[in-house]
């Protein structure tokens, strides 16, 4: 920036014009950075964290639905075969 005072400790000076005069370059501060990039990290890690905790709620459901929904064929199936071999057993008898 034109007017900046001279960087401090941790800082680095960066050129905004190639070759230009050393009263206009720009500031960058390292800590700040290093600073922005943890949180950005942390940030990418937490979501992380939280989508593979979701995926796996969604599989444990999942897989409690299909086991729920098996019994319930299995009950399915046990009763048409009592109600058809009823029906056979009655049929054979007239």
């Known amino acids: 920036m034109v007017g900046a005072d001279d960087p401090k ?3 680095v000076g960066m050129t905004a014009t190639p070759g230009g005069p050393s009263n206009v370059d720009d500031w960058f501060d ?9 949180v950005a990290y942390e940030f990418s890690k937490k979501k992380t964290e939280d989508v593979g905790k979701q995926e796996r709620e969604t599989v444990g459901k999942t897989a409690q639905e299909q086991r729920t929904s098996a019994e319930q064929a299995q009950g399915f199936r046990e009763r048409e075969e009592r ?12």
């Open 30 to 38: 390292l800590d700040k950075y290093r600073q922005a990039a943890g």
């Open 9 to 11: 400790e941790g800082q």
């Open 83 to 94: 109600r058809d071999a009823e029906q056979a057993r009655r049929a054979y008898r007239f």
